[in-house]
């Protein structure tokens, strides 16, 4: 259960690639298996993304060594194409995703609601190096 008053965690990164493919990259399943890890003794071995108000994602992160794993998922309350996504976890809480044009590239500024079960150093250290991940990878795809 969300708390009444849940503590914001920020995260943000610029990546060099245009606000387009940094799109794609971030919304697209084939993508979102590349990159959706935290450290490299984890992966994304299945996502779904159905990209509308109202649509539903999954990601299925696991330890690589089969240890761990859980589903990551929750339901679209925004979507505007090329500028922002916002959703809503299956536990409540509420997460927000800005892509901002810089130019030939992209700042990404990712919002969400803390659970209350980690510390938040370490929740946002975790959505950090998943969003470090991305940069990674969307800078090294090459178009």
């Not at 920020?10 to 959706?36: A, C, D, F, G």
Request: charged content about 25%; aromatic content about 12%; proline content about 3%.
């Amino acid at each position: 259960m969300a708390a009444a008053n849940p503590v914001t965690i920020t995260v943000e990164t610029i990546v060099h690639k245009p606000v387009e493919s940094v799109w794609k990259y971030w919304t697209e399943p084939q993508h979102i298996m590349q990159w959706n890890n935290a450290s490299d003794d984890w992966h994304t071995p299945h996502a779904e993304n159905d990209l509308r108000v109202g649509g539903k994602f999954v990601s299925r992160m696991e330890a690589k060594d089969g240890s761990f794993g859980f589903d990551f998922g929750g339901v679209y309350d925004e979507v505007s194409i090329n500028e922002s996504i916002a959703y809503s976890l299956g536990d409540g809480r509420k997460v927000k995703v800005s892509f901002i044009r810089q130019d030939n590239d992209t700042k990404i500024v990712e919002t969400f609601d803390a659970e209350e079960t980690n510390a938040v150093e370490m929740q946002q250290a975790g959505w950090q190096a998943i969003l470090d991940n991305f940069k990674k990878y969307a800078e090294g795809v090459q178009e």
